[in-house]
């Protein structure tokens, strides 16, 4: 499940970025550790940038002109191979950094089945597809407030890592449910359609309208950048989007209504922070991912922008704080983009960097945006094509887009060629990627993705293993040895019920959710607990204290 290879220096300008941050000191001298306030409570916010490679943040510091936010909290590397491969999926990649468990490709929460990769431990094969906890469930259940924020769905695989156990990222609904029950306190991002039925590709099919549900447990339900800025409320959940969030460039042009991710991470720090026993928050930039596997330059760089503006956010509190520990942190590289190509094969030591930033400073809007703009009978296509960045079309370049079946690719094909920008692939990568923290206990140096879950959780004073035996028993072999007997009750395929019964008394657990239906003696009720039952396709998995309503 975990990795054992040794922790090692990754190279002279990790170690040196250690060894200044270690003595609480940035590149540019400025102190920056914060001091550690033992009598007060310890908050974690939790950061991830989406199949971002090194080269995408370098050539955003260019592009920006300066230093990033994360520069002055680089502390080391992160390793991020998967139980089966040395290219990770975002799913057993978040299931590592939330659960300090490996796992494989496309689960979510759950140990792995397969185990192959150099260096991992294996696991018991009646473990397969075991939930394990996550560091949200953990730091719930000492009585701190939680919240998740993404520029996706709120149900893509990297939150969901973070809030949630399922066989296949794709499981929509079954996360969608989960993240409901779990009772976090600040939810925001999209994902709307999961929350409701529909027709849509993710919309729920189970008959339950989790926005009713949501409402009825006190949130404000918000759907605005005014909305959520000028709420008040203690509990708040936002879902702005059906599916995902417009790209930060897009933003102000396409969805004026939708919040940033910076905004979006303020306003989740001042409402969690108001919990006296501390908070945990997730949150990630997206799309940077989204951005890599298009190939798109322009995409990568605005939400790599984004995602640093909401970094100096969560630092400034923890600065201001002292007790606040932040982890910013690829899941995993994406695309191999280089500053340089094929042809810079033998002239890149004359080529100024402006011959790479020019050309994309003409981009006004995304790949994405820029083709939201686009007639179906491509008449202004010139137009489109100038709100990327590729302006002055040759002749020969207006044919090519004319005649283009994806006009995507060669679109970003052709400004990375104008910015002599490079593409190993329209996949994720395995390389090592940048570790950036700032606080009290934070990890450093080149560390494992699992490692990351076990910092967190010892800050905040709680093991994993633990949380794992109180919240997911086997729910079969735990009742049945105290004589009940069981089954799985599929009468509806959609919400499946685990239901035991001993003498007049029957317990049901329904899937997904944090309650357990007792009926006793003719009466009935409701029991709320401390954690979801999880179903992974073969057994059901639920809290300790739903064991205890056997007595």
Known sequence: ???????????VSIAAAVAISSFGFAANGTVTEAKDKKNEPTNVIMMVMDGTSAGATTLARWYKGEDLA????????????????????????????????????????????????????????????????NV????????????IISTSEIQHA??????????????????AEQQVYQEIDVVLGGGKEALESGTTKNARVDGENLVEVINENGYDFVETKDELLNSDAEKLWGSF???ALAYDFDRQTTNPEQPSLAEMTKKGIETLSKNEDGFFMFVEGSKVDWAAHANDTVGIISDVLAFDAAVKEAVDFAK?????????????????????????????????????????KKATMTIEGALKTLKSDRSNLKEAAALYGLDNLTEEEVNTLKKSKNLQADMTKMLAQRAN???????????????????????????????????MAEFMNFDLEETTDTLFVNAKEAFEKKGYKTRIDVTDVNNPVFVAEKNKKVIQLPINKNIANIT????????????????????????????????
């Open 1 to 11: 499940m975990k990795s054992s290879f040794k922790k090692k220096a990754a190279g």
């Open 70 to 133: 994360m520069d002055e909290i680089l502390v080391g590397g992160m390793r991020t191979h998967s139980a089966e491969s040395a290219i990770t999926d975002s799913a057993p990649a978040a299931t590592a950094l939330a659960t300090g468990n490996k796992s494989n490709d496309k689960v979510i929460g759950l140990l792995p089945k397969i185990v192959n990769t150099p260096g991992v431990e294996p696991i018991d094969p009646q473990d397969t597809y075991k939930p394990v906890a």
């Open 136 to 147: 949200l469930e953990g730091a719930r259940l000492l009585g701190k407030s939680t919240g």
């Open 158 to 175: 990297t939150p969901a890592g973070f809030s949630s156990h399922a066989v296949h990222r794709s499981n929509y609904q079954d996360i």
């Open 241 to 243: 989007a059906p599916s």
């Open 320 to 360: 201001a704080d002292g007790n606040t520990m932040v982890i910013a942190v690829s899941d995993h590289g994406n695309s191999g983009i280089t500053m340089g190509n094929l042809n810079t094969n033998s002239n890149y030591p004359e080529i100024p960097v402006s011959t790479y930033i020019d050309p994309l």
């Open 421 to 455: 920008i490079g593409f190993t692939t329209g996949g994720h990568t395995g390389e090592d990627v940048f570790l950036y923290a700032y606080g009290p206990s934070k990890p450093f140096g080149l560390v494992d993705n699992t490692d990351i879950a076990e910092a």
């Open 520 to 551: 006793q003696n003719k009466k009935s009720f409701t029991k709320t607990l401390p954690g979801v039952t999880v179903y992974n396709g073969e057994d059901f998995f639920v809290s300790k204290e739903a064991l205890n309503l056997s007595k």
